[in-house]
C-alpha cells in the first residue's frame, strides 16, 4: 500500500527541479557507460544536488553538488531520477497528505527518504522466445499468464508488481527475441523498451538446454552496456541431459552474475531476485575501475550506503558481479567499430542513452533503425560515410559482408567461452527429440500422425465432454423446476425460467466440453508438438501463401479468434500475416461448438465425431482456399524466408495445463455472467412481448418483437431451409457465437406440443439445413470481438469489414450449396 504512494513520484527526473529547488538523487538510469561517467562527476545516490540555474530549453543546467559546481545536459539530467523537497514532504506524511509546513527538512532527512525511494526496482525479462520468461515472471509476480511452448506466445509487455526483501519490483515480460537486430516488431520493441524504458536491471533469460543460440542475445546486450543479471533458466534439463555447465566461470568470463533457476518450479528465483538487490544497490562501486576514478568522499559514502543492504545472505560474491566486457570482434572488426564510434563520440548528447560502441556495431551490421537514428545527428552524414568505408575494408578483409562477419564474431565468442566452461555428456535428451522428431515430422507419416491427433481431440471433446454434460443438463433442470414450484406465476417466473435458465442453461452445459478442448490445446502446446505440427504444415502453408508460422495462430482459432489474431503479430511479414488474420475466423472456435454439438447430438448421433471433424476440416480448407484467393488477387507484397524453431519436447507439468485449462473456463463462465446473460434476457423480451391472447407459445412469439426481426430477414434465409427463429439465432450470433445457443434455447422453449427438455429435440428441422446452418454458423460474421481485433492488428476498419463481408457471403452460398445439394436425395 505504502507502494501505490510511492509509485505516483516514480518518474520525477533531475531535469525537471526548478532553478533553486534541491533534491535527493534516487538513481541513475541509462546504459552503463553514461552511469558510470556521471557517478564519476559526483552524482551518487543519496547525494543532494541543488539547481543553479535551469533555463527551460536551455543547455546546460548548472548544479551543485557535494561543494562542486557542475553542469550537464537537459538530456542527461533527465536520467537521473531525483526526490524533490516538495515531494518528500509529501512521503513524509503519505496517509494525511498534508504538509507540515513548519517540519524543517533535513539532508539527512532527504536522504533517508531517498534511500526508501530507491527501494522500488524496475527490471524487465529479455530472452529468447521460449525460454521460461513468462514462467519466471509468473513465478515471481503471481500472475497467471499464458505460457506456450512455441515462439511469439508473447506479443505484448506485461507488467507485474511484487515485493521481496524491503523491496518493490516492478517486473516486465517483453515479447522474446533471438537478437536485438531490428527485423522483427519484437526486436525493434524489446530495444527501445531498454533504451527508452531504461529498466534498473535487465534479466536476461537463458535456456541452459540450448546455450549457444540463448547466449547470442546477451552478447548483444553486453554490446548495448546495460546492467544485467542471467537466470540460467531450464537447469533441470541442463541437469538431466548429463551435460555440465560451469556457471560461475562463465559469469566471470562475460562478468555477468549468473544464477540457474528452473521457471517451472520456481526453484532459484528466491536467489536470483537476492543477486539483482545485490547487483542494484552495489554495480555503482563494487566495479574496480571506477574506485580508482572516484573521489574518496563519494567513495565512502556509497560503502556507507551500501552497508544498510542487508541481504540474509551475501549472493553476489558467488554468482560473480556485473563488470562491462566487450565482446571481441577480431581485430579487423574491432579497428572498424573503434573508428566508426571515433565519430559517433562527437555527439555528447547521445551518450547517455545510448552506448556508442552498441551504435557502432549496429551500423555496421545495417541496422535501418539506427541508421535513421544517426542520420539526424549533425555528423550523421560523416559517420555513415565512414561506416561504409569500414565496411568495405572488412569485406575485402574478410571476404565476408559486415552483418555476417559480426554475427560469426559472436558465435566465435560464445564457443570460446562455453569451451571453457560446458562439458557434452551423451546427449540422451535430445536423442529422444531427434527419435520422436523423425517419426511425427516425417515427410508423409507427419501428416496422418498429426491428423489423428485432432482427430482425438475432438473426439476426445465429444465422449469425454458427454457425462459432465448430463450432470450440468440435470442440474440446471433441477433449479428451472425449483424456481418454477415456488415462484408465484407472471412475467417475472418466465423471464426467470426461459429467459435466464433456458439461455444460459443452454451455454453452460458445454463449460466441460470447452475445457476438454483447450486441455488438449494446452497440452499440445506445451510438449512441443504443436511447432511440430507448424514445422510439417510449412510446405501446405507455403502453398496457401501463408508460411508455418501462420500455422499457430490458426490452430490458436479453435479455441477463440481474438488471441489468435493477436497472435499473428510474430509473423514478420506483412501479407503473410494480413491473410493469416483474415481467414483465422474460419478456424471454428471454442464459442461455435455448443451449436455444432446441439444439432449433431439430434441428428448425427451415430457419427458424431466424424462429422463434427468433417465441419472443423471444412472450415480450414475454406481458409486455405481463402488464403490462396487472397494472396493471389488480394493482398500485395513478397514472402520472406524466416528460420522454424523446434524446441525440445518437454513433459508438460499437471499443474499448468490446467491452470491454462481452467483460466478459459474462468473466461467463459465471465461471459456467461456477461453478455450472454444479458442477452438471453434481451432476447426473451423481444419474443416475450408485446403481448397478445394467444393460444400456443408459438403463436405468441411469432407476433412478438424477435418474430417481426425473424420474418423481415426470412426471405434472404429461406433458400437456406432456415426458419425465421434461425435466423434469430444468426443475428445474435454477431455478438458472440455462444448466444446462437442460447438464444435458440429461449426460442424454442415452451412449445406446449413438445415435451422435450433437450433442446436439440425441440429443433424441427431436417438433418440438411441442420448441416447448413452448422456451416453457416462456422463461416458467417465473426463476432464483434474478432472484427475489433483485426481492425486493431491491421490497423484498419476496411480489412475488418472485408473479413465481416466476405464470410457472410461466403457462408450464404455454401449453406444455399448443402440445402440444393441436400434436397436432390
Ligand atoms: P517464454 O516464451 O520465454 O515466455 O517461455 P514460457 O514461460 O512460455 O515457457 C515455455 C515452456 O517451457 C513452457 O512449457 C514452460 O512450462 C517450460 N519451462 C519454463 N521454465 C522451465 C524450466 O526451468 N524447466 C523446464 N523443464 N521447463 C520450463
Ligand atoms: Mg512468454
Excluded at 325 to 334: D, F, K, Q, T, Y
Excluded at 444 to 459: A, K, R, T, V
Excluded at 697 to 705: C, D, G, K, R, W
Excluded at 794 to 800: T, V
Aim: with cysteine.
Amino acid at each position: 500500500m505504502h507502494y501505490l504512494c510511492l509509485s505516483k513520484f516514480i518518474n520525477m527526473r533531475l531535469s525537471e527541479l526548478k532553478t533553486g529547488e534541491k533534491g535527493v538523487i534516487v538513481k541513475v538510469l541509462g546504459h552503463g557507460g553514461f552511469r558510470k561517467r556521471i557517478v564519476e562527476m559526483g552524482f551518487v545516490k543519496g547525494k543532494t544536488v541543488e539547481v543553479l540555474l535551469n533555463a527551460p530549453l536551455r543547455d546546460p543546467v548548472k548544479y551543485k553538488i557535494m561543494g562542486y559546481e557542475i553542469s550537464l545536459r537537459h538530456q542527461e539530467a533527465e536520467m537521473i531520477e531525483v526526490i524533490s523537497e516538495e515531494e518528500a514532504k509529501l512521503m513524509q506524511n503519505p496517509y494525511h497528505g498534508a504538509l507540515t509546513e513548519d517540519e524543517q527538512l533535513t539532508d539527512e532527512k532527504l536522504a533517508e527518504l531517498a534511500k526508501g525511494k530507491r527501494r522500488i526496482i524496475n527490471v524487465a525479462l529479455v530472452g529468447n522466445p521460449n525460454c521460461g520468461k513468462t514462467s519466471l515472471f509468473n513465478m515471481a509476480s503471481g500472475a497467471h499468464e499464458h505460457v506456450g511452448n512455441y515462439s511469439g506466445v508473447t506479443v505484448d509487455a506485461k507488467a507485474g508488481f511484487f515485493s521481496f526483501q524491503g523491496y518493490h519490483f516492478r517486473i516486465i515480460d517483453l515479447p522474446g527475441t533471438y537478437s536485438l537486430s531490428a527485423y522483427s516488431p519484437e526486436e525493434i520493441y524489446v530495444r527501445k523498451h531498454i533504451i527508452e524504458e531504461t529498466p534498473d536491471l535487465i534479466i536476461n533469460v537463458v535456456d541452459a538446454s540450448n546455450l549457444e543460440r540463448n547466449l547470442y542475445l546477451t552478447t548483444q546486450l553486453i554490446d548495448m552496456n546495460v546492467k544485467m543479471v542471467m537466470a540460467l533458466n531450464m537447469y533441470d534439463e541442463l541437469e538431466d541431459s548429463g551435460n555440465r555447465l560451469d556457471h560461475e566461470k562463465l559469469s566471470e568470463l562475460i562478468g555477468v552474475p549468473i544464477v540457474p533457476t528452473v521457471g517451472r518450479t520456481g526453484q532459484g528465483i528466491d536467489k536470483l531476485f537476492h543477486v539483482i538487490i545485490e547487483s542494484y544497490e552495489g554495480s555503482d562501486f563494487v566495479n574496480k575501475d571506477i574506485r580508482k576514478q572516484v573521489r574518496n568522499e563519494v567513495m565512502d559514502d556509497m560503502e556507507a550506503w551500501h552497508k544498510d543492504v542487508e541481504p540474509e545472505e551475501s549472493y553476489a560474491s558467488d554468482h560473480g558481479i556485473f563488470r562491462h566486457i566487450h565482446v571481441n570482434h577480431g581485430p579487423v572488426l574491432e579497428k572498424s567499430i573503434e573508428a566508426v564510434k571515433k565519430e559517433i563520440v562527437h555527439n555528447e548528447a547521445i551518450r547517455h542513452k545510448y552506448s556508442t560502441r552498441f551504435l557502432s556495431i549496429k551500423l555496421l551490421e545495417n541496422d535501418r533503425d539506427i541508421e535513421r537514428f544517426v542520420t539526424a545527428l549533425p555528423n550523421g552524414a560523416d559517420i555513415l560515410a565512414i561506416r561504409d568505408r569500414e565496411a568495405k575494408v572488412i569485406m575485402k578483409a574478410m571476404n565476408e559482408d559486415c552483418e555476417q562477419a559480426i554475427t560469426d564474431a559472436k558465435y566465435g565468442f560464445i564457443s570460446g567461452a562455453l569451451k571453457e566452461t560446458f562439458t557434452v555428456s551423451q546427449l540422451e535428451r535430445e536423442q529422444t527429440t531427434r527419435v520422436i522428431d523423425s517419426i511425427v515430422t516425417h515427410r508423409i507419416w507427419g501428416y496422418p500422425i498429426f491428423f489423428l491427433f485432432l482427430y482425438i481431440m475432438f473426439e476426445g471433446t465429444f465422449v469425454l465432454g458427454e457425462y459432465p454434460m448430463m450432470g450440468i443438463e440435470w442440474l440446471v433442470e433441477q433449479i428451472g423446476n425449483l424456481v418454477s414450484h415456488y415462484m408465484p406465476e407472471g412475467p417475472l417466473k418466465d423471464l426467470v425460467i426461459d429467459g435466464i435458465i433456458g439461455g444460459v442453461g443452454g451455454v453452460i452445459v458445454f463449460l466441460p466440453n470447452i475445457l476438454i478442448l483447450y486441455f488438449f490445446i494446452s497440452f499440445l502446446e506445451d510438449s512441443g508438438y504443436m511447432a511440430r505440427a507448424a514445422f510439417i504444415m510449412d510446405k501446405i502453408m507455403h502453398r496457401m501463401g501463408l508460411h508455418g508460422k501462420s500455422f499457430i495462430p490458426l490452430i490458436m482459432g479453435f479455441g477463440c479468434n481474438v488471441p489468435a489474431i493477436m497472435a499473428s503479430r510474430m509473423i514478420e511479414d506483412r501479407k503473410c500475416r494480413l491473410i493469416t488474420m483474415l481467414v483465422n475466423p474460419l478456424m471454428s472456435c471454442s464459442a461455435r461448438l455448443p451449436i455444432y454439438l446441439v444439432l449433431i447430438g439430434a441428428f448425427f448421433p451415430g457419427t458424431a465425431s466424424l462429422v463434427l471433424l468433417s465441419i472443423y476440416a471444412i472450415g480450414i480448407l475454406l481458409a486455405v482456399l481463402m488464403a490462396r484467393l487472397f494472396s493471389r488477387f488480394l493482398v500485395k507484397g513478397d514472402d520472406t524466408p524466416f528460420v522454424m524453431e523446434l524446441p525440445p519436447y518437454r513433459v508438460p507439468t499437471v499443474k499448468t495445463i490446467f491452470r491454462h485449462t481452467w483460466e478459459k473456463g474462468a473466461q467463459y463462465l465471465k461471459k456467461m455472467g456477461g453478455i450472454i446473460m444479458i442477452a438471453s434476457i434481451l432476447i426473451w423480451f423481444l419474443g416475450y412481448y408485446p403481448r397478445g391472447s394467444y393460444e400456443t407459445m408459438a403463436e405468441q412469439q411469432e407476433h412478438s418483437y424477435i418474430g417481426q426481426i425473424g420474418k423481415t430477414i426470412e426471405p434472404v434465409i429461406e433458400p437456406l431451409g432456415f426458419d425465421w427463429k434461425l435466423g434469430v439465432g444468426l443475428l445474435s450470433g454477431v455478438g458472440a457465437k455462444e448466444l446462437v445457443v442460447s438464444t435458440l434455447g429461449v426460442l424454442y422453449t415452451n412449445e406446449e406440443d413438445i415435451e422435450s427438455v433437450n433442446l436439440s429435440d425441440r429443433i424441427p428441422v431436417t438433418p440438411t439445413v441442420a448441416l447448413g446452418y452448422m456451416l453457416f454458423v462456422l463461416i458467417y460474421f465473426p463476432c464483434v470481438a474478432t472484427l475489433a481485433a483485426i481492425r486493431q492488428e491491421s490497423g484498419s476498419w476496411k480489412w475488418a469489414l472485408f473479413a465481416a463481408f466476405y464470410t457472410t457471403a461466403l457462408a450464404w452460398v455454401v449453406a444455399y450449396a448443402v440445402n440444393v445439394v441436400g434436397n436432390l436425395f
